[in-house]
């Protein structure tokens, strides 16, 4: 059996990559830096997923053991195995360049010339590309040139909904995930043969189901989650079964999908039946996530190429329809969750500055765009108590 390196046994990493690699018959080797979750796996050798949907299954991951990221055995499995994947948050993959660079090091100085691929699974457009220049800051020039000939770094979009299980649960690395999943890889990207994952799907047209995803069920969800906060819902399904919320949520996945449309031709029916299907697993009654998970990091969020901004800025270049995109955007500037550093920060860049300045250095729009305008009117009415 094939062994694989999966960095991250969170949610995302069990419950979404690690269980299609498992499933396709790789003994996935979990590396993470909590030391109770690797040392549960190594006890267990198995975990639950419950799968929600219309019905709930449950299966069990088996093939699986783990390192700590500091083990310095990892150095050796990474120079034996042929596939690495990621579920880590865009936030760690440079904390773990370092690694990967001693693994090529390693495989370099064995003379190792099998073909390895690195997939990270993040939420983050081009995250194999920022991965493998944060690699290349700790290899010399042969080590790279080596690299580039037989280690493929590859970019993906994913998509499935993995909220944290209730505290109470009988075991910390069981984990409950939607039935909906979605992981699409750019095949010209690999070294050597792609590996055969269940449910990996392959495409030589990344960014656009990379932009579907970021422009639908993450700027959807964003908003829903901003919306809920302010109106004191505690979970997505609260939110968007809330009628005010889930119209301007659905209007604001419509703006972007016209944005869609124009660019990639997506077609129109057919884009209408998938944000009918991100809008329904929003309301999925077995999963309870937390609008305070959903809309952390408003900052990264509220970022220039980001869920939020990226799509407004497109409905500005093809002239489209954009409030309740902007709607959205000025209730994410609203999110002060004061346990969340970065609406902690966040919330400070707007007291310190006009607000106009604020949401300009929060977002990188033009402060005499007319957009910014409009954001702030609603962001002002937001915090003048007047509901949106």
């Given at each position: ?22 499933s396709s018959d790789y003994h ?125 770094f590859v970019n993906s979009a ?162 489209l329809e954009n409030k309740n ?64």
């Amino acid at each position: 059996m094939e062994k694989v390196i999966q960095f991250g046994a969170g949610n995302i990493g069990r419950g979404f990559i690690g269980y299609l690699l498992s499933s396709s018959d790789y003994h996935v080797i979990f590396v993470d830096i909590n030391q109770d979750i690797v040392d549960t796996i190594n006890r267990d050798k198995k975990y639950l997923v419950e799968i929600v949907g219309e019905e709930v299954k449950k299966e069990y991951v088996k093939n699986i053991s783990a390192i700590s990221s500091l083990d310095e055995r990892l150095i050796e499995e990474i120079n034996k195995v042929d596939l690495i994947t990621t579920a880590i948050g865009p936030n760690v993959l440079d904390k773990i360049a370092p690694t990967i660079a001693l693994g090529i090091q390693k495989r370099y100085q064995n003379k190792n010339n099998n073909y390895m691929n690195i997939i990270p699974c993040e939420n983050m457009v081009g995250a194999a590309d920022y991965l493998k220049e944060q690699v290349e800051k700790y290899l010399n020039d042969k080590e790279i040139e080596f690299m580039n000939s037989y280690i493929g770094f590859v970019n993906s979009a994913v998509d499935r909904i993995v909220p944290p299980l209730e505290n109470d649960r009988e075991n910390i690395i069981h984990v409950a995930v939607e039935e909906f999943s979605e992981w699409i890889v750019d095949k010209t990207k690999f070294k050597g043969n792609i590996p055969k994952i269940k449910d990996m799907d392959c495409t030589d047209k990344l960014i656009a189901y990379i932009e579907r995803k970021l422009f639908t069920l993450n700027t959807g969800h964003a908003i829903t989650a901003y919306l809920g906060y302010l109106n004191e819902y505690e979970t997505i399904r609260e939110s968007i079964l809330d009628s005010s919320i889930q119209k301007i949520v659905l209007s604001a996945m419509n703006e972007s999908g016209e944005v869609l449309i124009r660019m990639y031709g997506f077609n129109r029916e057919k884009h209408k039946k998938y944000i009918k299907k991100i809008l329904s697993r929003f309301k999925n009654p077995y999963l309870r996530d937390e609008v305070i998970r959903v809309g952390r990091q408003p900052l990264r969020k509220l970022g220039n190429n980001d869920r939020l901004i990226k799509p407004l800025k497109r409905t500005i270049e093809y002239n489209l329809e954009n409030k309740n995109l902007i709607k959205g955007i000025a209730a994410a500037l609203s999110y002060d969750y004061p346990n969340d550093k970065e609406a902690v920060k966040m919330q400070d860049i707007l007291e310190e500055n006009t607000i106009e300045k604020g949401i300009a250095h929060i977002t990188g729009l033009d402060i005499d765009l007319k957009e910014t305008a409009l954001i702030k009117n609603e962001y002002m009415k937001i915090n003048s108590k007047v509901r949106i």
